[in-house]
């Protein structure tokens, strides 16, 4: 019954599965959604998206499926040739209407008419027996030459037709490729947490000893070992310069994974990373810690995140003296290397949107020395990111 | 069939989210409600056993809670007791078997709702755990060799606030319904249900000081529905009048009793600091 919009779905990426095609069909069957575009459209999204992230992209395919219609990003007034016109109006009209369209003087001036008043009306009409709307006596609502597919002002349209509340694409904030809150950052960080129970067993397991003990009939003691949060992580923040438009999403990743992780371990650096960190960024010049020290301090099980733009001149990761601060020794690339010849797991997140980083030599650079682990900083992306680390 | 729900007179239900119930109920699945917190997943599943007429099983979650709670316990401390009590009770297990939410749902005499609250605070396994329980509406209880079947299938909400994310086997055999944050009128509608004789102003300028707020970019907690309910009820016992809730001048950015809507010291300051650039500005 509705197989193509079901594909379409599929097509589009949607983890619908068959299960919840049928689902939807039974529940047509029953009754659920009689007759009405809406109620079809609340349940067919009930039945077969299961995440919020996946409403917009649910509400865009349902547009297109049963509409039609242009993809709703691109809502823009046609102009109707006035060919198309004239030939729909010669298959659709009755005689009688023809003879009333050259009573009113002739194709031409209908035509010319209509375009003024295209003009002169402002917004929404209905009823009346002058302006272009709907359930008018105009001549311009009563021909009949709108029938499905098409249509004067789509925008217009829209307020008044109930029927598209999927065109409004109220859900776009949901999607997974745009906003970062808080305590969305912690959800996706929450992939990374992994509850391991490590150790000798030296804990008293107190209601496994009891429920033992009751089966058994003589004392059964029960021991387990301590449970906590087995993830350590080193976080690298870019700070200053190009960064600063990004201000607001990396202080939110970083609280979020301060609450998160018991041992997280941050340094900030600027642009690239080279021989010296820091902790503190007004006391960077004075208090830094070696790189190299850092590398020898945390074991080879920290996993690494590095947030920064990574938008800087080629030569500061590739030259020894690039940096634009001071003159270091190796170059950056260098240093980055020595770092994940440590740490297996690393990632690089870049708060700039994926599509750009093409455009920046030094991003496509410091894309290879990461073998490709950078991760647009949207949900998403960091989604694939603890995915990726957690491997 | 049983009755359509169709909202309450205390709960305002958005045509989806009508739908989204009829189906549950209609087809005998379960219905997964997300949402921002405090836009009434819990209240959702209690409006519809009122709305309904059936009676309201509720089984809220806690990180320790197992699936095999909610379908039964056995007891075996007490029964350890009891035998070296001596007592006759001792010889027959099914007295020490406890039964769970689950199990009081499929045994209740009419079709009952049973609300999962907050799901999502479980382990992750959790789900996985009740997914042939909550297909089939039956289970095994192995101490005593019997099934439970359900007499009649629960209408079964499940709340969840997103924190882990619902195994995909799991979701597939669910109805999904996101509460989105009510625009202006259907807000206007709650605020009505909750409050019928408010004065009229001052919703009005109330929701305006609350739509502005949430829309404050950088908030760490943007007030929800409950929230706006909560401060219109010290607005009205403060007997505030709407004209102070005017914050067109600027200075009056920081509504009274903000502590109704703002639960967080920053999001304070951040208001405070807003309202102190604006007062510059209008210099």
């Known amino acids: ?391 | 069939m049983t009755r359509s729900f169709a909202g309450t007179d205390t709960y305002v239900a958005t045509r989806d989210l009508m739908v989204a119930v009829n189906a549950a109920v209609t087809l005998e699945r379960p219905l997964l409600v997300k949402g921002e917190p405090g836009t009434g997943k819990t209240i959702l599943a209690h409006e519809i056993a009122k709305a309904l007429g059936v009676p309201l099983i509720q089984w809220h979650i806690k990180s320790t809670t197992k699936a095999q709670q909610g379908l039964y316990e056995y007891d075996a401390v007490a029964r350890l007791r009891d035998s070296q009590l001596g007592d006759a009770r001792v010889h027959d297990i099914g007295n020490y078997i406890v039964k769970g939410r689950l199990w009081e749902g499929f045994t209740c005499d009419v079709r009952p709702v049973l609300l999962i609250d907050e799901i999502d605070k479980a382990d992750i396994e959790f789900p996985n755990d009740l997914l042939l329980e909550l297909d089939r509406m039956e289970f095994h209880v192995y101490e005593t060799k019997e099934t439970v079947v359900a007499h009649h299938r629960p209408i079964v909400v499940i709340t969840s606030n997103n924190e882990k994310e619902l195994p995909d086997a799991f979701l597939r055999r669910c109805f999904f319904h996101y509460i989105r944050f009510p625009d202006r009128e259907t807000m206007e509608r709650i605020v009505a249900v909750h409050f019928p004789d408010v004065h009229k102003r001052l919703v009005h300028e109330a929701l305006t000081a609350f739509f502005e707020i949430r829309d404050v970019p950088g908030l760490k907690k943007k007030p929800s529905t409950s929230e706006l309910l909560d401060w219109l009820k010290l607005l009205m016992a403060e007997d505030i009048p709407p004209e102070t809730l005017r914050s067109g001048d600027g200075r009056k950015l920081i509504p009274p009793l903000h502590g109704a809507l703002l639960k967080n010291e920053q999001d304070v300051h951040l208001l405070e600091r807003l309202a102190f650039i604006h007062r510059r500005e209008g210099k």
């Not at chain 1, 007759?35 to 349902?62: G, I, M, P």
Request: net charge negative; charged share 30%.
């Open chain 1, 1 to 391: 019954m509705f197989i193509d919009f079901f594909l379409a779905l599929r097509h589009a990426r949607l983890p619908v599965s068959l299960r919840e095609y049928l689902t939807l069909i039974e529940a047509m069957d029953a009754g659920v959604a009689a007759y009405d575009v809406d109620d079809f459209y609340y349940l067919s999204r009930a039945c077969l998206v299961k995440d919020e992230t996946n409403l917009d992209k649910f509400d865009r395919v349902f547009g297109t499926v049963f509409k039609g219609l242009e993809p709703p990003e691109d809502g823009e007034t046609v102009e109707i040739p006035e060919e198309w016109l004239r030939k729909l109006a010669e298959r659709e009209l009755t005689e009688e209407e023809k003879a009333l369209v050259e009573a009113l003087g002739g194709w031409d001036k209908l035509m010319e008419t209509l375009q003024k008043r295209l003009e002169e009306q402002r917004g929404r009409h209905q009823g009346g027996a002058k302006w272009i709307g709907t359930a008018g006596t105009s001549p311009f609502g009563a021909f009949g030459y709108n029938p499905e597919g098409i249509r004067i002002g789509q925008e217009k349209n829209r307020h008044n037709r109930a029927v598209k509340v999927w065109d409004k694409r109220e859900f776009q904030n949901l999607s997974g490729d745009v906003e970062l809150g808080t305590r969305n950052i912690k959800v996706a960080l929450r992939r990374l947490r992994r509850f391991a129970r490590e150790g000798a067993a030296s804990e008293l397991d107190l209601p496994g000893t009891i429920d033992a003990t009751a089966r058994q009939g003589y004392l059964d003691l029960r021991m387990m070992r301590e449970r906590h949060n087995a993830v350590k992580v080193l976080l690298f923040l870019d700070v200053g310069g190009s960064m600063d438009p990004h201000v607001r999403v990396c202080e939110e990743l970083f609280s979020a994974a301060r609450t998160e992780f018991k041992h997280l371990e941050y340094f900030y650096f600027h642009n690239c990373l080279y021989e010296r960190v820091w902790r503190d960024n007004r006391r960077r010049t004075s208090e830094t810690t070696a790189t190299i020290d850092v590398l020898h301090t945390y074991p080879h099980d920290y996993k690494v995140i590095f947030v920064g733009d990574a938008a800087m001149s080629p030569y500061e990761v590739i030259h020894p003296g690039g940096s634009v601060e001071h003159w270091n020794e190796e170059p950056g690339a260098v240093w980055l290397q020595r770092l994940l010849d440590v740490y297996a797991h690393a990632v690089w997140l870049n708060p700039v949107e994926e599509a750009w980083w093409d455009y920046t030599a030094s991003t496509k650079l410091l894309r290879q020395v990461f073998g490709g682990r950078m991760f647009p900083l949207t949900l998403g992306g960091l989604d694939q990111a603890m995915r990726r680390l957690s491997k």
